[in-house]
């Protein structure tokens, strides 16, 4: 961390390189949450609630509004916030040795953090619905803009193609009679020479 390699350092009772003396009731606890918390909320750190933890100060200062637990589901909270933020965790193995007269109260502890672990669900899931809301309504956005101007300019032009087209309007005063040659255009109703009138075929 001094190196500025890690942003988040905790130890881990559950690495390789660990030495712990603990119970079986204790370590089948400990791995099974753990485990429980990569499958339902894909961490990727081995070990939320080891007491060793060290957090740099600008990451904390990030990290520390958004966590909302004040209890033992605090450590997973912090976490599982630093790697939402995309933040370097780096793990130690530990040296650990239970103490025997632990007050933890097993039971209530392990409801708490099961309805911690719902509520990041929770919240996870929301957040997914509302990204993929946003991306959908921009993606179409951008259609709409993309085929507007193809589609409005098609629909333009079958419109002009439909549209009946004018009747041809007879001059004002004049009437159109047949002949054997074709139809003349005349001044007055009656049959006019064609040298007078506009003759069409």
Known sequence: ML???SDVAIGTR?????????GRKREFISRGYNRLLH????????????????????????LLPVVRDDGWFFDTELLMAAQREGMRIHEVPVDWVDDPDSRVELVRTAVEDLRGIARLLAEARLI????????????????????????????????RSRSPRSPTRTPTGASRSASPGGASWCASTRWAPSSTCSRSA
């Open 128 to 159: 997914r619905f509302m990204a993929v809301g946003v991306v959908s309504t921009i993606a179409y956005a951008l259609l709409y803009l993309l085929l507007r101007g193809p589609l409005g300019a098609e629909a333009r032009t079958r419109s």
């Open 39 to 62: 499958t339902v909320l894909d961490a990727k750190f081995s070990d939320a609630q080891c007491g060793f933890k060290a957090v740099r100060r600008e990451a904390a200062r990030r």
């Open 3 to 5: 190196s500025g390699h």
């Open 14 to 22: 559950l690495s390789p390189g660990s030495r712990v003396v603990r």
